[in-house]
């Protein structure tokens, strides 16, 4: 008989992300999930970890760094989790979560095995940015019985900051959409943020090298970048704001082609959605997205200063469909969520019985 594993989320409960943990993590019979989160609560949480579970420790945390306010709600934070007496502790997000439960056990004697997944920005940006930083990420890296993260890539950063025991998996779709049941050969859409780091303005920039009066752009989300971004936009393209998952899904199963430029980037949800609803990625030449796109094969890898024309998009119109089936069955073997979460903890159950 499998024991029950006594454990602790901590990250910001604000984010959809740990909320999709959260929910992989309580589906699973032999865990008793907690969750300590920096700031609020989403509500969906209500209905997978009891009130009586959680913790809010209302911060406004910057992934920027300089999260003072965060720090000094360590003593609450170790004194809730002597309270939990956590098999594990899951800290999401290196640099600041991370770095919390790290102390919490340190300074304050927490007990339980400290894991920790990394979301990006935490290993491909922060580290750069001071001497003391890359050290404090090495520190919470070497503390880490188990990491996971999305992308080779971003994994072999973490290897280079002292990282010894990594699994790697797409955050993944939590379902599969159901096959659209027909393509708009002329709509492209595209949903990143509307700011600097995703580079929105390329995307408006490849669309409008594109000739022919019936192509069209779908651009969702927001950001600080909006009203520069309309104010150069051509007239095929349309601002549709921040949208719903059923409004977004719907989008996604129209469009053919999805644009997606940042310019730092681990493997995308977003590029993940997109092929699940069979849509034809065409995405910045990042070494994360060449883990999920084929140059000319299942979409499209477009490099520094390279236009988007008509010859590139052709042979991949030319046998659309065929792509599209391709992605989708990609995503439903390699990218969804569950199954990852499931050799996940059956890991931990390794490691635990050492």
Not at 26 to 42: H, K, Q, T, Y
Not at 115 to 138: E, K, N, Y
Not at 294 to 304: F, Q, Y
Request: proline letters at 6%.
């Amino acid at each position: 008989m499998t024991s029950v594993l006594r454990y602790a989320l901590i990250g910001d409960g604000e984010s959809p992300h740990l909320l999709k943990w959260a929910r992989a993590l309580a589906a699973l019979p032999e865990i008793e999930l907690w969750v300590a989160s920096s700031r609020a609560f989403l509500p969906g949480f209500d209905a997978i970890v009891p009130a009586d579970r959680r913790l809010a420790l209302g911060t406004r945390p910057d992934a920027a760094g300089g999260n003072l306010a965060l720090l000094k709600q360590l003593p609450r934070l170790a004194g809730w989790l002597h309270r939990v007496h956590p098999d594990w502790l899951h800290a999401h997000y290196l640099t600041s979560h991370g770095t919390l439960a790290w102390l919490a056990q340190r300074l304050y004697g927490v007990r339980g095995r400290l894991v920790g997944s990394a979301w990006g920005s935490d290993i491909l940006v922060t580290p750069q940015r001071s001497t003391a930083l890359r050290a404090l990420t090495r520190r919470v890296l070497r503390a880490c019985v188990l990491t996971t993260s999305d992308s080779q890539v971003m994994a072999e950063k973490m290897r280079a900051l002292g990282a010894f025991d990594i699994m790697v998996f797409p955050f993944g779709l939590e379902t599969m959409p159901p096959l659209p049941p027909a393509k708009d050969d002329s709509l492209f859409f595209a949903n990143r943020g509307l700011e600097p780091v995703y580079a929105p303005e390329r995307v408006l920039q490849a669309f409008a090298a594109l000739p022919g009066e019936a192509l069209r752009l779908v651009v969702a989300n927001d950001g600080s970048l909006r009203a520069e971004l309309q104010a150069m936009a051509d007239a095929r393209t349309r601002f549709v704001g921040r949208l719903d998952a059923d409004t977004q899904a719907g989008w996604y199963a129209r469009a053919r082609w999805y644009l997606s430029l940042p310019t730092s980037d681990s493997v995308s949800v977003s590029v993940l959605e997109a092929m699940a609803h069979g849509c034809i990625p065409i995405v910045s030449d990042l070494p994360a997205n060449r883990e999920l796109v084929r140059d000319g094969d299942n979409g499209i890898v477009l490099g520094a200063g390279e236009p988007l024309t008509s010859e590139r998009l052709a042979p991949l119109a030319a046998r659309a469909d065929a792509v599209a089936a391709t992605n989708r069955a990609w995503v439903e073997r390699e990218a969804l969520f569950a199954p990852r979460v499931r050799a996940f903890v059956d890991r931990l159950q390794e490691i635990g019985s050492r």
